[in-house]
């Protein structure tokens, strides 16, 4: 069962640091992660959320 959950947490570890490297090749996310208390895992949520902030007519709609 230990070795079980060893296993486990290597392979978290590994999704994770794979997730940190997704943002930091993505401008938006990097962009997004200057904003102060936006860590990685924020900006590549809003990013997901958003998708393409052209399907929003204005600013206001965004943030709504």
Do not use: W
Not at 1 to 21: D, G, P, Q, V, Y
Not at 34 to 53: C, D, F, H, N, R
């Amino acid at each position: 069962m230990e070795a079980h959950f060893a296993t486990l947490n290597e392979r978290i570890s590994k999704l994770e640091s794979k997730i940190k490297e997704t943002a930091g090749d993505m401008e938006d996310a990097q962009l997004l992660m200057t904003i102060p208390g936006v860590s990685y895992y924020s900006a590549l949520t809003i990013i997901a959320e958003i998708a393409t902030v052209e399907r929003f007519p204005t600013s206001g709609h965004l943030c709504s």
